[in-house]
């Protein structure tokens, strides 16, 4: 659309990972060329019907946003009418009462998303409603980088240095939607905000977290992280102390802006905002990853040689992961960070990645599901990117020889044990030391701690030595 006038009488916003009410590509252009626009949210069956657990901080946390932006749209005189059900048949059910012309939304990258809406648009398409989609979610998308035979970038680094020699105001300017909010319906609440229960879910400890929902919740963190953001590049791999932005369940649901966070990133002149910024740019590369590869997608090896990797898949042993019970502290902690709060700090992600495929050699594929239903900001295009990464299966992994030390990487990022000792209480007694690798103190020592290994806390499962002769040789035979 290029006319400076309304185009449409009627337009319908279907807000889904984008819950802000400001620098909003689809909110933007439907106040532009609209003379009235309703706002609606869907709770998706299609979704919700597949989680199995119905404590979910992922549904709790979009439920308190998106009663943050039904309370911030009430108060500008208008509302977001709220459904439940299946968004095939909500969304063009709702633009048909509405009789509204056109329905405006952001793109989501995601195979299952994508068909649905194909499906949406057709259906919209068969009672003449248009459907307008635009890029929201990240800076550049699908073929917006390519190298110079138009093809797109399997390494990073140099996707990287095309991503920042492309990018320029225009990609990183704010959408002025304040300029169009008289265009907002006015009108009486249709729909109440369904309660969670009334969805399937129950209260999690979501609350008790400290984590701020909603874009409120956003700019508080983001805010305190610009104070931080200097000191991100020496910070990040520590997780005992406040380091990282804590950000990215606000990006993974739209409660922030990217373009915000990027274009703050690229003005700030310090190595830390570059190397945070460069997080910024591994998040896009995934997301085009994806598109070009959506094999991916699917649980397939990014490099098809992998695919025949002899993993030993021990349930056993991958029980003892996920129950942060392996002997190995750093890793136990990591994983009991997980299934207490949902949130993992990117370090250990990448450690507790390499210990389940390199050292337990179990298939990176189990610990993608795991994740998959345990992290509050999972992002399918990053998860797998990050699993792919760790077990050297994808695009610009590490190598496949790279194999971490738990103890090493325990002694190098939580040296005083203090990131330990608030998930593995069993050992807080252990001096800096000895927390590091408790099954090699005395027995006298342990003794005078009061702690017995074995059933205090575990024996190593599996000795790290042994298995990572064994991962190489693994590796070597494909």
Not at 193 to 209: A, D, I, Q, V
Request: charged residues 25%.
């Amino acid at each position: 659309m290029t006319s400076a006038q309304p185009t449409y009488e009627k337009s319908l916003v279907w807000f889904r990972r984008d819950l802000r009410d400001y620098d909003h590509a689809a909110l933007y252009h439907a106040l532009k060329y609209s003379e009235q626009v309703f706002c609606a949210f869907v709770f998706d069956t299609d979704i919700l019907d597949h989680l199995t657990e119905k404590s979910d901080r992922r549904v709790e946390f979009i439920w308190e946003s998106i009663r943050e932006l039904k309370s911030t749209l009430h108060a500008k005189g208008t509302d977001l009418i709220v459904l439940h059900g299946s968004a095939l048949q909500e969304i063009p059910q709702l633009a048909r009462t509405l009789k509204v012309e056109a329905v405006f939304t952001n793109h989501d990258y995601e195979p299952n998303a994508i068909a649905r809406d194909v499906s949406v648009a057709k259906r919209l398409q068969e009672i003449n409603i248009e459907f307008h989609h635009y890029k929201d979610h990240v800076i550049f998308e699908n073929d917006e980088i390519l190298n110079l035979a138009g093809k797109p970038y399997g390494i990073f680094t140099p996707y990287k240095n095309k991503w920042l020699s492309t990018v320029n105001d225009f990609y990183i300017k704010p959408y002025p939607v304040d300029l169009y909010l008289k265009k907002l319906a006015k009108f009486e609440s249709v729909s109440e905000l369904p309660s969670l229960e009334s969805l399937g879910f129950k209260r999690t400890n979501l609350s008790s977290l400290a984590l701020p929902t909603g874009m409120q919740g956003g700019i508080t963190l983001f805010n305190d992280f610009k104070d931080r953001m200097s000191r991100y590049k020496e910070a990040r791999d520590y997780p005992a102390i406040k380091g990282v932005s804590y950000l990215s369940v606000h990006l993974r649901f739209g409660t922030v802006s990217i373009r915000h966070l990027a274009r703050t990133a690229i003005q700030e002149a310090s190595a830390g905002a570059q190397t945070w910024l460069n997080e910024l740019i591994w998040r896009d590369f995934y997301v085009q990853i994806m598109h070009h590869k959506p094999s991916v997608a699917l649980g397939q090896a990014y490099k098809s040689e992998f695919e025949s990797l002899s993993f030993l898949n021990s349930r056993e042993l991958f029980l003892a992961w996920c129950q942060g019970k392996t002997g190995y502290p750093l890793v136990d902690a990591a994983m009991r960070q997980l299934n207490t709060t949902g949130f993992m700090h990117n370090r250990l992600r990448m450690v507790t990645a390499s210990f389940l495929v390199k050292d337990l050699l179990i298939d990176w594929r189990w610990g993608e599901r795991y994740f998959e239903e345990k992290l509050i900001d999972y992002d399918l295009s990053a998860n797998n990117g990050g699993w792919q990464w760790a077990a050297s299966t994808g695009c610009d992994a590490q190598p496949w020889f790279r194999i971490f030390n738990p103890i090493t990487q325990s002694i190098r990022f939580d040296s005083q044990g203090k990131f330990i000792r608030k998930y593995v209480p069993e050992l807080k007694n252990c001096n800096d030391k000895e927390i590091h690798s408790p099954w090699l103190i005395t027995p006298l020592r342990l003794q005078a701690l009061n702690l017995h290994i074995g059933t205090d806390y575990p024996a190593p499962i599996v000795d790290h030595a042994t298995q990572r002769g064994l991962a190489l040789a693994m590796y070597k035979n494909v």
